[in-house]
């Protein structure tokens, strides 16, 4: 059996959107930019695929920018911000929590002499709204915040964050990469000013990512040249993943609400099954969470060790991000909440999709349960003294 | 009617070939790279293989020296300002030439604001660079020379080894923006002397949304984007896998096909040049005569403006350009017409046919045969046009 459940990696294309995307690779290759027909079609290809996607979060048509990846808007929300403001008015305060290319790119932005505040959580994950609250008096001018956790699964109350950003004069930018078309998202209710959504995650092509920004709300290019995407990210646009993106948001009109249903219901029966393995926790919160993410630890045994060893037995999960699984550090998320560098190392994330079914899912919870004792019977850490499961937290040894 | 596309530079058809290559990494091979199971293996290998593919079709020691991007401009962002930033401890004067792409000259612009000095290389009036320019303008506080390999506007081609030679004699370094030359005429960027080179993919018949960094091994740079530490720490964000198979396919079929399809480019080419200049009075060539790439007509008709030229081409079928489709949106004329020396009015009256493999010797004569009356017509309509012309109309 071949169980694919690393969906928060990236997700497979929807065969209706790469029947979208086809005709914009060999029929209508015009320049978007071009004066021909040919350009023509190319253009009005990608107006709509905007005017698709700002519709589903509720933002208008030029509030929204396409860009290579989530990665690049992620980069462009903050050193676009910074380069507006300019280093001395600049204050950029981002959750401990961030996906790598929002804490990499606050990182590059202090080196530059820019000032960054980190944003702690409690040991699920979410913001201490008192803390920010105390942060934002500092003359914070941009908050950047990720929605739903790609590692934990946790979901920020972006409504009570965006209040107090308001309150504050500070700007909300939220990486909303996990969240988006999982959950429904009104930018102009929850008050956001930047949000990165991309089309990998949500069976759209990989390559293309966008960039909601507010009306009023202003930054520096990161990419220069003709002057694409209203000047803040030249290009020559990728059509057929642009026109792939919006289809894939298409689909995500129709389907998202039962999905996520579905995909709670096999969420929770996971949980519940890998729970039963002894010295096993949920990380992130166990209501406020993902519909599609179950993530665990468990003592003495390296997540690594039981990604692979679920990939013999036909189960593609994750220990955590894809995008720091070279690394080999224990997951800066994972630390954030609290957990010893040991323990954030025995992490699994196992993430859900629209084409998993019941019965994989009960495969995993009889496979697991198996992966786990063979590997901590080889582990060298020994449980002492060999505690039973029970709840709240239990420390390793 | 008759659809006749030659505007390949600023967009070309994705090679069917390399639509079918791409297909199996959107349903089938969807797993990120980055993953430690065996989806993410064959994705894995989808880029190595990718890689490879386009190193040799550019003749590189190493598959690692090739960095996939999300297009050329990011590359040449990437190129110029990555190498700034790590390298600005050595000087801060960067020289470019007055013609390049406007993805190279606003970054050069946007790091004046950082403190650096741009000098900008005259070109004469066939668009070739000045290399005596190079040579004086260079000092020890160069870091980066960036010269286009080929200019898409003007078809001219550069002397790029020469260029290198006066380049690393002074310990600098040299970018070449080769986005309208790959797949044109075989590029060996060992030979030509390129520490950086920018790539495209659609230009070879690859998928939009996807180019390439070249960058030698040793090179100093620093990334653009940051994040996951992808292609090796250079370039955050998770790859484009189906895009950079696509680009590797086409990368693959160019180094197959490109004797092939430069002969049948330049027969096209010549045929149109030829049949468009016997047949128009006052009608000119733009760039170089001969070295000039094989896909590349671009003309220019005294009285008359291009877009004038080209809504009525459209309206016969015939889909051309007035100038760099990057450019098409601002009614200046091309800074690159004007760094070759045009007045305002000859700017206007350019037009530019680029070919691709997909074109037939027919396309070529239904244009000569629809090109003149065109002319005629618009010039009898403008006020500009001598008597002598009008007379005949």
Not at chain 1, 201 to 229: D, R, S, W
Not at chain 1, 344 to 360: F, I, V, W
Not at chain 2, 225 to 244: K, L, Y
Not at chain 2, 306 to 328: Q, R
């Amino acid at each position: 059996m071949k169980v694919y459940v690393d969906y928060a990696s990236s997700t497979p294309v929807d065969p209706k959107v790469v029947k979208a995307m086809q005709p914009f690779f060999s029929t209508v290759y015009g320049n978007a930019s071009s004066m021909s027909s040919f350009g023509v079609d190319a253009k009005k290809a990608l107006e709509e695929s905007r005017a698709t996607i700002a519709r589903f979060m509720n933002a208008e048509t030029n509030e929204l920018i396409f860009t290579g990846s989530a990665t690049e808007a992620n980069n462009l929300a903050l050193k676009g911000h910074a380069f507006e403001q300019g280093r001395t008015n600049c204050h950029i305060a981002i959750s401990t929590i961030e996906h790598s290319c929002t804490l990499n790119s606050a990182k590059w932005l202090e080196k530059q002499g820019f000032r960054i505040t980190y944003l702690p959580v409690d040991k699920h994950g979410l913001l201490d709204m008192n803390i920010l609250e105390d942060m934002l008096e500092d003359n914070v001018t941009l908050v950047s915040v990720i929605h739903g956790s790609n590692e934990i699964g946790t979901i920020q109350p972006l409504e009570e964050i965006a209040k107090i950003c308001c309150k504050h004069n500070a700007l909300l930018h939220t990486d909303a990469v996990q969240s988006f078309g999982r959950l429904p998202i009104d930018v102009k209710h929850i008050g956001i000013d930047l949000m990165t959504i991309n089309a990998h995650k949500l069976y759209g092509p990989k390559g293309v990512g966008a960039l909601y920004i507010t009306k009023n709300c202003k930054i520096q290019p990161l990419i220069h040249g003709g002057g694409h995407e209203f000047g803040l990210r030249s290009g020559t646009e990728n059509i057929p993943g642009v026109v792939g993106f919006a289809k894939a948001v298409e689909l995500r009109e129709e389907e998202m609400e039962h999905e996520a249903e579905c995909l709670t219901f096999l969420r929770d029966k996971l949980m519940r099954g890998v729970l039963e393995i002894e010295e096993s926790y949920l990380t992130g919160h166990p209501t406020k969470r993902l519909p599609n993410n179950a993530s665990f630890r468990f003592s003495y045994i390296e997540g690594e060790a039981v990604v692979l060893d679920l990939d013999i037995e036909g189960i593609a999960a994750s220990s955590g991000s894809a995008c720091s699984s070279k690394t080999g550090e224990p997951s800066h998320v994972l630390m954030a909440l609290g957990l010893k560098p040991d323990e954030a190392r025995g992490s699994l994330r196992l993430s859900l999709g629209k084409y998993n079914t019941l019965e994989e899912i009960e495969y995993i919870i009889q496979t697991l349960p198996k992966v786990v004792k063979r590997l901590r019977a080889l582990s060298p850490i020994e449980p002492k003294p060999k505690i039973r499961p029970q709840t709240g937290k239990i420390k390793s040894a | 009617m008759r659809k006749i596309y030659m505007d390949h530079t600023a967009g070309a058809p994705v090679d069917r070939r390399v639509v079918s290559a791409m297909h199996p990494f959107l349903e089938a091979t969807y797993g990120n790279p980055s993953s430690a199971h065996s989806f993410a293996q064959e994705a894995k290998e989808g880029l190595k293989d990718a890689r490879s593919s386009v190193a040799s079709l550019i003749r590189a020691e190493e598959s690692e020296e090739i960095f996939f991007t999300s297009c050329a401009t990011e590359s040449n962002n990437w190129a110029i300002r990555g190498f700034a930033a790590r390298n600005h401890d050595k000087g801060r004067h960067i020289i470019t030439t007055t013609i390049e792409h406007m993805s190279v000259i606003n970054v050069c612009k946007h790091l004046t604001k950082q403190g650096f000095k741009i000098s900008y290389l005259p070109v004469d009036k066939h668009g070739i660079v000045d290399l005596k320019a190079l040579e004086t303008e260079l000092t020890d506080e160069t870091i980066l020379v960036s010269i286009m390999y080929a200019n898409g506007e003007i078809g001219t081609i550069e002397p790029i080894k020469e260029a290198s030679e006066i380049v690393h004699a002074r310990n600098a370094c040299l970018h070449v923006d080769a986005t309208a030359a790959i797949g044109q005429f075989p590029i060996d960027v060992r030979k030509a002397g390129a520490d950086l080179m920018t790539l495209s993919s659609n230009e070879i018949g690859g998928p939009k949304g996807v180019g390439a960094l070249y960058s030698k091994k040793g090179t100093r740079l620093q990334p653009l984007i940051f994040g996951g530490g992808q292609e090796r720490g250079m370039r955050s964000g998770t790859e484009n896998v189906p895009g950079i198979v696509g680009m590797g396919k086409a990368a693959s079929l160019t180094n197959l096909e490109i004797g092939d399809r430069i002969t049948k480019l330049k027969r096209m080419r010549d045929r149109l040049i030829k049949g468009l200049l016997s047949n128009i009075p006052y009608s000119f060539l733009n760039g170089h005569p001969s070295q000039r790439l094989p896909n590349n007509v671009a003309v220019r008709f005294s009285f008359i403006e291009g877009e004038s030229m080209l809504l009525n081409l459209d309206m016969a079928g015939v889909a051309a350009s007035s100038g760099s489709a990057c450019t098409a949106k601002t009614l200046e004329p091309s800074h690159v017409l004007r760094a070759i020396g045009l007045k305002h009015e000859e700017a206007h009256g350019s037009l530019l046919f680029t070919l691709g493999t997909q074109n037939a010797e027919e396309d070529v004569d239904y244009v000569v045969d629809l090109l003149p009356d065109i002319v005629k017509r618009l010039r009898a309509l403008s006020p500009l046009t001598p008597k002598e012309l009008t007379g005949s109309v």
